[in-house]
């Protein structure tokens, strides 16, 4: 949409600002542009807990469940031992039976206990997911755009899309799973143990090489899956940014530097997932390995322990056939120790929106005392470049219409930025009434000053849910009235007016209906200060300044600043402020500047088509 500039409205891979001149942008190659934070272990070990804490209850049923089951399941290789003393002393065939028939009620029971317990597991993995979800889409609507734009689109789409989408199977599946594993493999070790502690000891030694084998895995993952996830996250930036800026990259002839970031971006991607890949390769063959180990070391601890007469083989036979159904759940553990990497790594990433500088939790401060906007000495430069603005000083008197213009790298969008409170001053202050902008709170903020540029974004939704976006309590008549405050009356002619659904689905907008739509938002919201930074470019020359001056007639009592690419909208204004190579070089009403004879005279005869006027010649 044109509209508010928060992140939920923001178009990926947003360019520089047009005023900003190539070589003073944050980064060529979004590759260098700052990533949003990391979480730390200790941030996201406390995140993990909290997931917990909000489904204790029914993670406690279903712990519950496992350990009925993993007891039941305990019966089978028990009761195999029965047999084989049973054979071995001569026991006839009905005791037999009765064990055998034992088993198979325990399976059964097994099978039923083991099926509510996951059942339970994956209801919990799917709330929790949710709340991922959720809490990243709330974090990402309250990170200051700034935040956003200098870390790249690609970086929060990817931590979005790629890392919840991963997060979200590891809660469903990999978790519960793990779980109820975890549980099995304690009963059993637990049985071993009850049974005959020597060869439970013997058991856990030569379960000794997975211990090794993980250990090494687990200090080597999780620099190596961050390290895969920050490089997905650049490979989306990259493409994302050449896709966006296709035009501008064959308008410069950027097409190989484009192919050679692209490239770079590709093989470190490759490099990483095959650094994980390495260390897959040999995790799971030791782990193979040693699934057999305690095994052996049991059935030959057991046979030397038989032939001292200190167990019966019905002992030894059951402590080996619990020792291989080990293998099943500590299988699964190990299988899914690299989801579960690659799940906190992820998780990591996930968590690091909402912290740090990104986070945007300021606490409300002083409202300010009106709304005259004052900017003093701003001088601003994108990330260490040159300044683009460079000392400007101005005030903009509670509800003035206030036009700014200027040729393309004067400063304009980036003074409008500023003015927003997107964007702090290097030196200098901008304030409204008295308070410095950029510190005002999120609230605060989006009550005093809005941002509306040519990016425009419509949810797919109905137009009514796009309106009451801006104004949740808004009736019919309030949102038509906005609407044809902006010249949209061409939603009266959809098939089911204000409840029509929009996207391709339905009904798809064309780039100028997407801005009015937009802009009746704006009128909805009703902020103090607007600024308008080619809010109705997309319009034609008619419809835009239909819509500037029925905007102007809505906001009558409202401060109206106007980034104005074509200069009727200075015309129009109380005042027009221009400015050249970063500096507010002239500043009066139209008639005045014109009269002047100066760059603002230059431009506007420019733009009639006018000649300049040719000077007299002197007197002989």
């Given at each position: ?439 005002l709170a999120p609230e605060q903020l989006r009550r005093q000053v809005v941002l509306v540029t040519q990016e425009h974004h419509v949810f797919i939704d109905t137009v009514r849910d796009n309106l009451l976006i801006a104004a949740p309590g808004a009736t019919d008549g309030e949102l038509r009235a906005a609407l044809d405050a902006v010249g949209a009356g061409w939603v009266d002619e959809l098939p089911n007016g204000l409840d029509t659904g929009l996207g391709a689905a339905e009904f798809a907008l064309d780039g100028a209906q997407a801005q009015q739509l937009a ?102």
């Amino acid at each position: 949409m044109t509209a508010v500039r928060t992140p939920a409205d923001q178009a990926p891979a947003d360019p520089a600002p047009a005023d900003q001149a190539p070589g003073d942008q944050a980064s060529a190659d979004p590759a260098g542009s700052p990533r949003l934070p990391v979480a730390d272990r200790r941030r996201v070990r406390r995140a993990a807990l909290e997931l917990v804490r909000l489904d204790s209850r029914a993670l406690a049923a279903a712990a519950l469940l496992s350990a009925l089951a993993a007891a039941a399941g305990l019966v089978g290789p028990w009761l195999l031992g029965r047999i084989v003393n049973t054979v071995r002393a001569g026991g006839g065939g009905a005791d037999i039976d009765r064990y055998a028939l034992t088993i198979l009620v325990c399976v059964l029971v097994q099978f039923l206990l083991a099926r509510h317990s996951r059942l339970l597991a994956y209801r919990v993995g799917e709330r929790a997911s949710a709340r991922v979800r959720e809490q990243l889409v709330d974090r990402a609507l309250a990170l200051p755009t700034a935040a956003v734009e200098r870390a790249g689109a690609g970086d929060l789409t990817t931590r979005g899309t790629t890392d919840v989408a991963v997060i979200a199977t590891t809660l469903r599946d990999v978790g519960p799973a793990v779980f109820i594993s975890g549980i099995e493999a304690l009963f059993i070790l637990g049985a071993v143990f009850f049974l005959a502690p020597p060869l439970g000891v013997g058991g856990l030694l030569g379960l000794a090489g997975i211990w090794f084998a993980a250990r090494w895995y687990l200090r080597r993952a999780r620099t190596a899956y961050l390290a895969e996830g920050d490089a997905n996250s650049v490979l989306a930036e990259v493409l994302s940014a050449t896709a966006s800026g296709a035009r501008t990259v064959e308008a410069f002839g950027l097409q190989e530097r484009r192919l050679a970031a692209g490239e770079e971006a590709v093989e470190e991607c490759r490099r990483t997932r095959n650094r994980t890949l390495f260390l897959r390769s040999v995790l799971f063959p030791a782990v193979d390995v040693s699934y057999v180990v305690p095994v052996i070391v049991v059935l030959v601890a057991g046979s030397l322990l038989h032939d001292h007469g200190a167990v019966n083989l019905g002992t030894v036979v059951t402590c080996a056939l619990y020792m291989r159904q080990l293998g099943q759940p500590m299988d699964e553990i190990l299988q899914y120790m690299e989801q579960l990497q690659s799940t906190g790594a992820s998780y990591a990433r996930v968590e690091g929106v909402g912290s740090g500088e990104a986070a945007e939790d300021r606490p409300a401060g002083p409202a300010p005392a009106d709304g005259r906007i004052e900017v003093t000495g701003a001088r601003y430069a994108y990330d260490g470049g040159r300044d683009v603005l460079r000392g400007v000083d101005l005030t903009v008197r509670p509800g003035e219409r206030l036009a700014v213009v200027g040729a393309s790298g004067a400063g304009k969008s980036t003074l409008g930025r500023l003015l927003a409170g997107i964007d702090r001053p290097r030196e200098g202050a901008v304030t409204v009434g008295g308070v410095e902008i950029a510190a005002l709170a999120p609230e605060q903020l989006r009550r005093q000053v809005v941002l509306v540029t040519q990016e425009h974004h419509v949810f797919i939704d109905t137009v009514r849910d796009n309106l009451l976006i801006a104004a949740p309590g808004a009736t019919d008549g309030e949102l038509r009235a906005a609407l044809d405050a902006v010249g949209a009356g061409w939603v009266d002619e959809l098939p089911n007016g204000l409840d029509t659904g929009l996207g391709a689905a339905e009904f798809a907008l064309d780039g100028a209906q997407a801005q009015q739509l937009a802009l009746a938002r704006v009128v909805l919201a009703d902020p103090h200060t607007l600024v308008l930074d080619e809010a109705t470019a997309l319009l034609d020359p008619a419809t835009a300044r239909h819509a500037e001056r029925a905007l102007a007639a809505v906001l009558a009592d409202r401060t109206v600043i106007a980034i104005a690419h074509r200069l009727h909208t200075a015309r129009d204004a109380d005042r027009v402020a221009v400015m050249d190579d970063g500096l507010l070089t002239e500043l009066g009403t139209h008639d005045a500047l014109v009269a002047r004879g100066g760059a603002y005279a230059r431009l506007w005869r420019s733009w009639h088509g006018d000649p300049a006027p040719v000077p007299a010649p002197a007197p002989a």
